[in-house]
């Protein structure tokens, strides 16, 4: 059934497009922003950790400098927090840079202990760092000056704009996956030492990867900032915002387009729910559930919900299994 | 005689503190076919690694074709014409079998010439061209070899190493792949061949290099090498 497997991608994202203007309710709308603006973030984690298989804990940094960036320019400049989100893209690039040569030399759970201590250590510079207002954080503009601080009542304009990111950083990663790039990701992913057998120049793909990846994961961290107006070092740089990411790629499948995007709209609304119902006492329920949940996608179905789909569609994917 | 396409002077590699070869020296003359003799564990496949780039020298220079490679990356490696068809395979599994040809022409300088490659490895492994659309994870392990000297070939090198070509293979399933050896060989390519199998390797071959626990003991025509009391000696480990 070729046309309906080209034609769901598109009514997903008209479905998205329309979904949050059916509700009146504030909360579901916020929500709604909040999955999408997850999504950016896991979609751009799976770049390096999905398609290169190189499985990132440290992009709290990425997301940290796209939020401070944002806050900080509004803060100590007076400019719109949005404005800090091209400084963040910069600053982004350096960190890639400077962290990616030495933690690919390393591999497997290496890496992934390497970008965690990486991104550990980061949180405490910031939290020691008085100009980004120490362990207190930095905040957004109270009152809109123009409409250039972005700032509004009602969660539907950022829904809107975080849709819009999300929807370029997939048309991007589609393109990616079909070309050369994704080619060689996917093999470095299978198999380092193979790909590098064969003349895949695996470091300089890894970094090319990961600058794509800390690139939007800053844009996500900038948007993110410019929506909730305020960041402290634990919500910019903590490690939780890392664990995110790679807990909502692995439940909707790591390495597939739409993954990300699927287990964001598992996720956050659990998450929103929780908090909202347990209240301050309760914030980290959903953290025992996260705890669960990657018990039962590392038992269960290793490739995520993506790995279940070819059951629900049958139709679809027989041919090429 | 010429110098030699490959030229190995006392290679040294080491793990963290683990020595994985400490002398080995081999000689590769162009168009010829050489074999790597030793028992498990003696430095075959770390001699081939490190000949690929896929490991770091400690000591001892790699000369190719009169210039020194030793400390070149991997995919330079590839690029000046030294291919590896690595022992256990390690196919991209989830992948088509064109898929994997196609990442095997990754060093290519002219692309254009993937298909004659690629048509070259299908007539040469007529099984695998029944099986383009199939994934590489679907095939039988004497498919699996084919591919991965196939795909070897896909990024058209001077020399092909190939570490176990006969590992785990069923008889006559080795005997094929020697045969489409034997073609590569008519056709002037040179072969650097790491094998347990002794007598089939001697056979093969136009000259070997025994291994012996990380060091080169042994080095001859086939002949020679075939006839020397010694050899058996250095199979069963006595120091020579």
Redesign the interface.
């Known amino acids: 059934m070729i046309p309906l497997r080209r034609a769901w991608p598109v009514a997903v994202l008209v479905i998205l497009a329309i979904a949050p203007f059916l509700t009146a309710n504030p909360f579901y709308q916020r929500v709604a922003a909040l999955v999408v603006l997850a999504a950016i973030s896991a979609s751009a984690w799976n770049v390096i950790g999905g398609y290169a298989g190189q499985i990132s804990f440290g992009h709290s940094i990425y997301f940290g400098i796209g939020a401070y960036a944002s806050l900080l320019l509004f803060g100590r400049f007076g400019l719109p927090p949005i404005a800090g989100a091209p400084l963040g893209i910069v600053a982004s690039f350096v960190v890639s840079l400077i962290i990616g040569p030495p933690t690919f030399r390393l591999r497997g759970h290496y890496f992934s202990m390497g970008t965690f201590a990486i991104a550990a250590l980061a949180e405490i510079l910031v939290v020691n760092w008085k100009f980004a207002g120490g362990a207190i954080g930095l905040m957004g503009p109270a009152m809109p000056r123009s409409l250039a601080d972005l700032l509004f009542r009602n969660s539907l304009p950022y829904y809107a704009i975080f849709l819009a990111v999300l929807a370029l950083l997939l048309a991007l990663t589609h393109l990616m996956q079909r070309s050369r790039m994704g080619?060689?990701l996917?093999?470095i992913g299978?198999?380092e030492?193979?790909?590098?057998?064969?003349?895949?120049?695996?470091q300089r793909y890894k970094l090319y990867a990961l600058l794509i990846s800390g690139a939007f994961t800053a844009l996500a961290g900038s948007l993110y900032a410019v929506m909730i107006g305020f960041v402290d070092p634990e919500s910019g740089f903590g490690i939780l915002i890392s664990v995110n990411m790679v807990v909502i790629a692995a439940l909707g499948g790591v390495g597939t387009l739409f993954g990300p995007l699927a287990g964001a709209i598992i996720l956050v609304p659990l998450q929103e729910t929780t908090n909202a119902l347990l209240g301050g006492s309760g914030t980290g329920a959903a953290y025992v559930a996260y705890g669960l949940i990657i018990m039962l996608i590392a038992r269960f179905s290793p490739g995520g919900l993506a790995e279940l789909w070819p059951l629900i569609n049958r139709n679809g994917r027989r041919r090429a299994a | 005689m010429n110098a030699p396409l490959l030229k190995v002077s006392h290679l040294a590699v080491h793990y963290g503190d683990l020595v994985g070869v400490s002398d080995v020296s081999i000689e590769v003359a162009e168009g010829t076919v050489v074999a790597l003799l030793g028992s498990n564990g003696a430095g075959k496949t770390t001699t081939l690694n490190a000949l690929?780039?896929?490991v770091q020298p400690a000591g001892g220079s790699i000369e190719w074709q009169g210039g020194r490679i030793e400390g070149t990356?991997?995919?330079a490696i590839?690029?000046q014409g030294i291919a590896?068809s690595?022992e256990g395979w390690?196919?991209?599994?989830?992948?088509t079998v064109e898929?994997n040809l196609?990442?095997?022409a990754?060093?290519l300088q002219d692309r254009r010439r993937f298909g004659a490659l690629r048509d070259r490895v299908f007539s040469l492994f007529p099984n695998l061209a029944g099986r383009r659309r199939q994934l590489a994870g679907t095939l039988s392990g004497g498919e699996r070899q084919m591919l991965a000297v196939g795909?070897?070939l896909m990024?058209d090198p001077k020399l092909l190493m190939l570490d176990e070509p006969s590992l785990g293979l069923a008889p006559a399933v080795v005997d094929a792949m020697y045969e489409t050896l034997g073609k590569l060989r008519a056709e002037g390519l040179t072969l650097l061949l790491a094998e347990q199998s002794m007598e089939l390797a001697l056979e093969f071959a136009d000259t070997a290099t025994v291994i012996q626990t990380g060091r080169s003991v042994l080095a001859g025509t086939a002949q020679e090498i075939a006839e020397n009391p010694d050899l058996h000696r250095a199979y069963l480990g006595a120091a020579l």
Do not use: I
């Open positions: 080619f060689y996917r093999a299978a198999g030492r193979a790909a590098e057998s064969l003349g895949v120049p695996v | 690929a780039g896929l990356s991997a995919d590839v690029r590896l690595p390690r196919l991209f599994v989830t992948q898929q196609r990442l095997g990754t060093a795909r070897a990024s």
